[in-house]
């Protein structure tokens, strides 16, 4: 077993560990704290069947269901993602955190390669404790203690192009209210396991910052958006067959690039629970 670093902000790669076998606990031990140490994990090298995935993601915590698409036949706790040769858009495009609309946001997702394109179809991600820490002074204190609204259901994004998003992928029936996707949690968010603090916003999802007029909020967004997706702040995943990925929602963005229109991507994710930020 190998961890290396894939750059200086977050990220890591780990190497010579097979996730369908079983781990010893200081494999395990040392996994989690590579984990909160670096934000994103990326296995190399993996073969693994669903369940498989199941039980490597019960190492970061409990598994759930993803709200708004329906899990694979045998294994519903796993969602096919999946970009087809005809789709314009691509499921998770654009720079933000998973489900931080709902009251209890997913801890993590994991992701995994089952069919790749021949080129292109990298995922970014960006270290949002850096981001909170090289905000001015001002800022902070104009924003500490302050909530956003979070929303799955973004107001640019219409209903015709959410449909594109979700392509051939089959979407769960829900029922009025069945699901909240209005949800304020603070613009600071304070990990629970390693105290940090960390920039809790995200380009697809934020709507609006509380005590703040749409105009003046939607201004501070956008330079905050800017802000938390600086290069010295990220790292790039390349995706090879086998590959499978790990990342922390509490305290990192990430961004599916859609460079390979003409061509499928096809992956397993699963979604981790987590609890409501602080």
């Known amino acids: 077993m190998d961890i290396r670093k894939i750059s200086d902000a977050l990220g890591a790669e780990i190497t010579g560990l097979d996730l369908a076998g079983p781990l010893t606990d200081a494999n395990k031990n040392e996994i989690r704290t590579a984990f909160l140490n670096r934000s994103v994990l990326v296995f190399r090298d993996q073969a693994l069947t669903p369940p498989q ?12 269901p993803y ?3 329906e899990g694979l036949p045998d294994c519903p706790e796993v969602i096919e993602v999946l970009t087809r040769p005809t ?6 495009g654009g720079w933000h955190t998973d489900t931080p609309y709902l009251e209890t946001p997913s801890l993590g997702s994991m992701l995994y390669a089952k069919e790749l394109p021949p080129k292109g179809g990298d995922t970014l991600f960006s270290n949002m404790y850096m981001a909170y820490d090289a905000l001015d002074a001002d800022t902070k204190a104009l924003l500490d203690g302050r909530r956003a609204l979070h929303s799955g259901s973004k107001r640019y994004v219409q209903p015709a192009d959410r449909s594109k ?9 829900q029922k009025e209210g069945e699901v909240n996707s209005d949800t304020f949690h603070p613009v600071f968010r304070t990990h629970p396991e390693t105290g940090r603090k960390a920039l809790y916003l995200s380009y697809l999802h934020t ?5 703040m007029a749409e105009k003046e909020a939607g201004e501070l967004l956008k330079q905050l958006y800017e802000h938390q997706t600086q290069e010295a702040f990220t790292c790039r995943v390349q995706w090879q067959p086998g590959t499978l990925v790990i990342w ?8 599916a690039l859609f460079d390979y229109a003409g061509h499928t991507r096809r992956m397993h994710r699963v979604t981790i629970e987590g609890e409501r930020p602080a």
């Not at 789709?87 to 998770?92: A, E, Q, Y």
């Open 207 to 211: 709507v609006g910052v509380e005590g």
């Open 165 to 173: 998003i979700y392509g051939a992928m089959k979407r769960k029936k």
């Open 53 to 64: 995935q199941l039980a490597a993601a019960r190492l970061f915590g409990k598994v759930v």
């Open 87 to 92: 789709d314009s858009i691509n499921f998770g």
């Open 67 to 69: 709200p708004f698409l």
């Open 248 to 255: 922390d929602n509490r305290c990192a963005l990430h961004n």
